[in-house]
């Protein structure tokens, strides 16, 4: 990656970087693909498909319906409240 391409990726992620930060950031993101090509080369042949996915295990809470916030209480502290909605800054630009 050269500096081009960083501001390139920064500006696609509205990320002000100074000329400062340049050198360092080339630096980490290069040290970041040379990780990535090093887990692309494993040998994962040995590795089943049980022991990628079966230990995953996500404890949720029981779905038992409880006392919620009240509209009347969440329209006194949400910051911006309309008919009955909370309003949020727009984020994307269209």
């Known amino acids: 990656m050269d500096e081009k391409q960083l501001r390139a990726i920064a500006g696609l992620s509205k990320l002000n970087i100074n000329d400062n930060e340049i050198e360092g950031m080339l630096g980490d993101f290069s040290r ?41 209480d969440l329209a006194k502290i949400a910051p911006s409240y309309e008919n009955g909605y909370v309003v949020v800054p727009q984020v994307i630009e269209t």
């Open 32 to 72: 970041i693909v040379k990780y990535v090509d090093e887990i692309k080369n494993l040998d994962t042949s040995s590795v089943g498909d049980d022991e990628i996915y079966g230990q995953t295990m996500q404890v949720l809470r029981k779905d038992i319906a409880e006392n919620a916030l009240r509209r009347e």
